[in-house]
């Protein structure tokens, strides 16, 4: 029988792009099986969203539930009970963020938002980093800023501009974090004084952990300093929290670490319903009441289905204490991946917070080696581990395995990870 690999060829885009061919049919808590019948311990839980496990049954029960009852309406012809209660209960969670718009995705997510900040101050200008991964739509593509992603779709959004991401390995700079200055924060500083005035900028938009481009932790003084910046001029700090949020970090969204830290406007999508598609933006009240009737809207946008599956999941994380348990995890796989690191200079850089974790592969000379990832991406998949990569150079191994893992099955994921490293260390001295 042919796969599905080779059957997509004919009639799939070869647009999309991929970490693994393995076919799934099932999933079941932190484990997949595929279709051959072997089973998988997924670390990789469908990119940082099925942080409940795969089919949690709670989670399975309020999506049938609602879709005996209602699966759609369009919030523009008739309120339904889940959208708004979803509101409420995300308003609970995060009182100065009060109030919400839902989409179908992330990248709808960061449209709302781009469009909430140039309508609310009626100014241009955004302003977003070097490495961001925002998202696949024009808009969304705009404030991206790898190339690869942007190649052959310029123009994309006027008024768009990019600042160095405060990552630490690999410093734009060439700094060192302990005796650095903070050279980052100054280009920003310098873009407000010689390319786009403070106030023709709408918003400054980061991901507090920086995704795609291979879980940098942006450090908790530049997001201070980027707060009193906004302050000052009036901008809009937006965080996108669509990969960090939903308790993947060890608290429910990732700018909960920096001490005195509140953003205006937050993203989220990917974990928030468990893997339905579901995108949110929750802005303080002053911003979204600045947003007129008929501004944006969406036929699908918080589905009642996506809306009961996003209140499960929240009653899930809630009841089970997994922004504990991701705590607490982490901290077990982030010191195994440490002492990884100490016997393996396959390993240049391990970062991250919580379960969203990464381990950089690198050549003996310190450059990205990208070949190396794939070599033990596909060695831990033969050996039952599905874990894939990511950074900017292709070259950084994720670490982001569903919030409901137990310590054992950390313990069992971290021993075949281990195990191919070591081997990958022993093939190349
Ligand atoms: C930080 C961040 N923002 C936005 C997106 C886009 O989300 P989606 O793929 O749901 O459009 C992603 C997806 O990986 C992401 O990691």
């Not at 932790?217 to 990969?243: H, K, N």
Request: with cysteine; glycine share 10%; aromatic share 6%.
């Amino acid at each position: 029988m042919r796969s599905l690999h080779e059957r997509s060829r004919a009639v799939v885009t070869p647009a999309l792009p991929r970490w693994s061919d393995t076919e799934v049919v099932s999933g079941r808590g932190v484990y997949l099986t595929l279709a051959d019948g072997r089973e998988l311990l997924d670390f990789s839980a469908g990119i940082a969203t099925a942080n409940t496990g795969h089919c949690h049954p709670k989670v399975v029960e309020a999506a049938h539930r609602q879709i005996d009852q209602l699966i759609h309406a369009c919030i523009h012809v008739s309120w339904y009970p889940t959208y708004v209660q979803l509101a409420e209960k995300l308003a609970e969670l995060v009182p100065p963020l009060g109030m919400a718009f839902f989409g179908n995705s992330g990248a709808e997510a960061i449209e709302a938002a781009l469009k909430l900040a140039r309508y609310s101050t009626q100014r241009p200008g955004i302003i977003a980093f070097q490495g961001a991964f925002h998202g696949r739509t024009l808009g969304a593509a705009s404030v991206t800023a790898k190339s690869a992603l942007r190649r052959r779709y310029e123009p994309l959004l006027p008024a768009v501009y990019h600042v160095p991401y405060p990552w630490c390995f690999r410093c734009s700079y060439g700094q060192r974090r302990e005796s650095c200055h903070l050279e980052c924060f100054q280009a920003l500083e310098r873009l407000l004084e010689t390319v786009v005035s403070p106030d023709e900028t709408a918003a400054i938009l980061i991901e507090p952990i920086l995704g795609e481009a291979g879980y940098h932790v942006a450090p908790d003084d530049f997001l201070t300093r980027l707060r009193a910046l906004c302050d000052r001029y009036g901008i809009l700090l937006m965080v996108d929290e669509i990969q960090s949020g939903m308790g993947r970090t060890g608290r429910m969204f990732a700018w909960q670490h920096v001490p005195g830290f509140t953003p205006d406007v937050m993203t989220l999508a990917k974990g928030l319903a468990s893997g339905f598609p579901l995108g949110a933006v929750l802005a303080r009240p002053e911003v979204m009441a600045r947003w007129e009737p008929g501004a944006h809207g969406s036929t699908f946008g918080g589905n009642p289905v996506s809306c009961a599956a996003a209140l499960a999941t929240l009653e899930v994380l809630e009841q089970e204490k997994l922004v504990r348990q991701a705590a607490l995890v982490g901290e077990y796989l982030h010191h195994e991946l440490d002492t990884l690191m100490a016997e393996a200079p396959i390993i240049g850089d391990v970062r991250g917070r919580g379960l969203m974790l990464a381990a950089e592969f690198v050549q003996p000379d310190g450059r990205p080696d990208p070949g190396m990832l794939k070599a033990v991406t596909g060695r831990c998949i033969d050996r039952g581990l599905l874990v894939i990569g990511g950074g900017l150079y292709a070259n950084v191994l994720r670490v982001i395995p569903p919030l409901i893992v137990s310590m054992e099955q950390a313990r069992a994921g971290m021993t075949i990870l281990s195990d191919v490293v070591r081997g990958l260390q022993a093939e190349v001295a």
